[in-house]
């Protein structure tokens, strides 16, 4: 135990330090445990050994206690050893937390000086392009060619637009139905039925069936119950359904570009419309303001009566 201390005294984690000292308690328990055995022997040969015997049993008792004191005494420098160990690394942890964030404030402080302008200019000719293009396009859908269709607006790729019911294939089939049904019952019940004459006892007639074109009938199985059935012609017809859209306005009237520095002018706002958009564009960029120096101010408090005039 004495070299495992020794090893502590250098630097030592707390993970470490927290197993030397589960160590430590396991052998605290035995030094204990050997404290109590040497005492029940003592306490055992009082009436029957003799005092050289008993000497040696109480010399053994106190060997044992010794050991137990030992053992107390490292566990108690291990956990002041522990704590210290702790602090020192929490101490450590806020250091490099802090030295870590600063060194990441200043990369992105330069990377925010040396790229930000520059995106910020291309994005701000972007959408000078595309509202120029889009005036364009307005002015031209206005009188355009004959027979030319018109023009698409440079934003209109941007929103998902509408899309309307589409027929892709028709056909007749026969499939099963309800009695008197108009549509036929759900795909997984058309493959229970099973067909059966009709004018059974008791069966149900179609309100379309006739001696000219009688009708086949059945029943199917369903989770209810048996089911009459009848099979009829329908025309079958697949389509692409009706699909809603998402408009977006345009680009320019959404997005906006603060200045990089307070009180210059924005590299760009949210413009009211593509012709305001244009306006914007051809504005002069103002840099920020130059701070006015400061002037020097007297401020006065009062001070105590024993305070030193000062001439």
């Not at 056909?171 to 997984?188: F, K, N, S």
Request: proline share 6%; net charge negative; aromatic share 4%.
């Amino acid at each position: 135990m004495s070299k495992l201390l020794n090893k502590l005294m250098g630097k030592s984690s707390s993970t470490d330090i927290a197993s030397a000292i589960t160590k430590a308690r396991a052998e605290l328990a035995q030094a204990e445990a050997a404290v109590a055995t040497a005492e029940e022997q003592y306490d055992a040969n009082l009436l029957t050994a003799d005092k050289k015997s008993l000497r040696a049993f109480l010399d053994a008792k106190t060997e044992a206690g010794i050991d137990v004191d030992q053992a107390r005494a490292r566990i108690h420098r291990l956990e002041r050893d522990h704590a210290a160990a702790l602090e020192a690394e929490a101490t450590d942890l806020r250091q490099r937390r802090y030295d870590e964030a600063k060194a990441a404030s200043e990369a992105a402080e330069k990377r925010l000086r040396r790229e930000y302008s520059k995106a910020a200019l291309q994005i701000r000719d972007l959408l000078a392009e595309v509202a120029a293009a889009s005036i364009a396009v307005q002015a031209a859908n206005e009188d355009r060619p004959e027979g030319a269709p018109p023009l698409l607006d440079p934003d209109y790729s941007r929103s998902q637009h509408q899309l309307y019911r589409e027929v892709i294939s028709e056909d007749i089939v026969e499939m099963w139905t309800e009695i008197d049904g108009t549509r036929p019952i759900r795909d997984e019940l058309q493959r229970t039925v099973r067909a059966h004459e009709k004018n059974r006892r008791g069966m149900m007639r179609d309100r379309s069936d006739s001696d000219e074109r009688p009708l086949l009938y059945g029943t199917a199985q369903t989770e209810h119950g048996p089911l009459e059935v009848v099979r009829k012609r329908f025309r079958r017809t697949k389509i692409l359904p009706d699909q809603a859209g998402w408009l977006t306005g345009p680009l320019a009237c959404e997005i906006m570009l603060p200045p990089i520095d307070a009180g210059a002018s924005p590299f760009w706002k949210p413009a009211h419309d593509q012709r305001d958009a244009s306006n914007q564009a051809a504005a002069e960029l103002k840099p920020a303001p130059k701070r006015p120096e400061r002037s020097p101010e007297y401020e006065y408090s009062l001070a105590p009566k024993e305070t030193a005039l000062a001439y």
